[in-house]
């Protein structure tokens, strides 16, 4: 059980609606993805918090549906 690309950005969205993502499937199995998120809800943020913020965003799947998510986070 994996997730795509289009449902990994769905919940980045739903988290930080001015996000510009970019998702890059790296076994191509859905299961392992690098993401570029950009987004001002990162601005002045620690860079662990960040990712903390994404995690929470996936609601749980982190582990489960997504096996390996590797983060680049920023602001504008």
Known sequence: MAMSATELEAYIL?????????????AGDGDHYACS????????????RQHQLVYNALEGHMGGKLHALALRTSAP
């Open 37 to 48: 998120i950009v987004s001002e809800a990162f601005r002045d943020v620690p860079r662990v």
């Open 14 to 26: 739903k988290a930080f609606p001015d996000a510009q993502i970019k998702i890059d499937d790296l």
